[in-house]
């Protein structure tokens, strides 16, 4: 069964951190890299974190030293610490492989704002 499920979002005050979980399929996780992406209305998707499956991690600049990406190998699990949320972090997270595949969870909702 092909599965993404995103938890953690929520509502946040600027400056406060929020931790996102994404259970994925073995078929989607297993032997990929797993991505973070972001998307707000009016605006395309875009992916903000990325993990290899050595660990090795990168980062878009408008995120970089705030969110880390992490995955659990044995859970099929990836994560994202965000820290120092800005406002114009608002938005709704889904995770992916990388490149994606064509199945997308139903992503979690992450708003910040005082």
């Known amino acids: 069964q092909v599965q993404l499920v995103e938890s953690g979002g929520g509502l946040v005050q600027p400056g406060g951190s929020l931790r996102l979980s994404c259970a994925a399929s073995?078929?989607?996780?297993?032997?990929?890299?797993m991505g973070w992406y972001r998307q707000t209305p009016g605006k395309q998707r875009e992916l903000v974190a990325r993990i290899m499956t050595t660990g090795s991690t990168n980062y878009a600049d408008s995120v970089k030293g705030r969110f880390t990406i992490s995955r659990d190998n044995a859970k099929n699990t990836v994560y994202l610490q965000m820290s120092s949320l800005k406002p114009e972090d608002t938005a709704v997270y889904y995770c992916?492989?990388?490149?994606?595949?064509?199945?997308w969870g139903q992503g979690t909702q992450v708003t910040v704002s005082s």
């Open positions: 073995r078929s989607i996780f297993s032997g990929r890299a």
């Open positions: 992916n492989g990388v490149p994606w595949g064509l199945y």
